[in-house]
């Protein structure tokens, strides 16, 4: 079992950046496929991007394909979203999800284990 503490939200203008962390609990974080996610008001949870567990793979939804990066250090127990190039349709509570399956899913479904979230939020 993980357990996951994300960090790092917060108000920003449009146009400037954040760096989300979510730091994971146990010796097995290596063997978790990591994702995040966003859900916005009134809105269902959406997939942002993922990374396998070497982290030599990524994938990303296309609406932040280019502006966001995700990233993982599995000495540190630790996976970031870095965040550039912030647009009001952003604003979201983020979510990061760990899997135990090797495919880079896009589905909550597949994600096991889930954080409590934190609100980015993106002003015009």
């Known amino acids: 079992q993980v357990q996951l503490v994300e960090s790092g939200g917060g108000l920003v203008q449009a146009g400037g950046s954040l760096r989300l962390s979510c730091a994971a609990s146990g010796r097995t974080f290596s063997s978790y496929t990591m994702g995040w996610f966003r859900q916005a008001p009134g809105k269902e949870r959406e997939f942002v991007a993922a990374i396998s567990r070497s982290g030599g793979n990524t994938y990303y939804a296309d609406s932040v394909k280019g502006r966001f990066t995700i990233s993982r250090d599995n000495a540190k127990n630790t996976v970031y979203l870095q965040m550039n190039s912030l647009k009001p349709e952003d604003t979201a509570v983020y979510y990061c999800?760990?899997?135990?399956?090797?495919?880079?899913?896009?589905?909550?479904?597949?994600?096991?284990?889930w954080g409590q979230g934190t609100q980015v939020t993106v002003s015009s």
């Open positions: 999800a760990a899997s135990p399956r090797l495919h880079l899913g896009v589905s909550a479904s597949v994600y096991d284990y």
